[in-house]
Nanobody, 123 residues
Framework: QVQLVESGGGLVQAGGSLRLSCTASGLTFSSYAMGWFRQTPGKEREFVAVISRGGSSTYYADSVKGRFTISRDNAKNTVYLQMNSLKPEDTAVYYC????????????????WGQGTHVTVSS
């Protein structure tokens, strides 16, 4: 049974930073691309970032490019999302997700999801 557990969310002022973590179990972590999505009430879940199985390739949504960095530690079965220069519009529930595909970016391409962690950015 695959489990993805996010942590690191919270309340931060605009311009601040947070680092989200997601620890996986029940899967061969290094065989999965890992991603982050986010969702606000009334809106569809949106892609944020994805990292390849070995960590050499990353891809970001335009809205976070240059501010967010995704990374992973396969020895610890953990993926991270470093979020800098946060804006109020980054406020959302952030979800960790896993995909067996090589470079997934669409929600339907990911097979496992965490429960989410809340990020609130105050102005």
């Amino acid at each position: 049974q695959v489990q993805l557990v996010e942590s690191g969310g919270g309340l931060v002022q605009a311009g601040g930073s947070l680092r989200l973590s997601c620890t996986a179990s029940g899967l061969t972590f290094s065989s999965y691309a890992m991603g982050w999505f986010r969702q606000t009430p009334g809106k569809e879940r949106e892609f944020v970032a994805v990292i390849s199985r070995g960590g050499s390739s990353t891809y970001y949504a335009d809205s976070v490019k240059g501010r967010f960095t995704i990374s992973r530690d396969n020895a610890k079965n953990t993926v991270y999302l470093q979020m800098n220069s946060l804006k109020p519009e980054d406020t959302a529930v952030y979800y960790c997700t896993a995909s067996a595909r090589l470079r997934p970016t669409k929600q339907a391409e990911f097979s496992s999801w965490g429960q989410g962690t809340h990020v609130t950015v105050s102005s």
